[in-house]
């Protein structure tokens, strides 16, 4: 079952149309969505309770939610 954007926003809080529709064609489950967004508020907490690296579906939701990186830095 596809995951639906009110669920997307439960995980998430309110979050564009546009965003949610590239979550959702991601196949993605609710679960999987719940993972990639501890993966990314607390990536290190998670490798400390020795959880396995997130598999590739997770891996490509933290790829949409994580911020860009502007590599024009110091």
Request: hydrophobic share 40%; aromatic share 2%; net charge negative.
């Amino acid at each position: 079952m596809t995951i639906t954007k009110g669920e997307i926003r439960q995980v998430l809080g309110p979050v564009g149309d546009t965003l949610a529709a590239e979550i959702a064609s991601t196949g993605a489950t609710v679960q999987e969505l719940t993972e990639a967004w501890g993966w990314i508020n607390s990536d290190e907490a998670m490798m400390k309770e020795g959880r396995p690296l997130p598999g590739p579906r997770v891996a490509e939701l933290v790829a949409l939610l994580e911020p860009e990186q502007d590599d024009d830095g110091p």
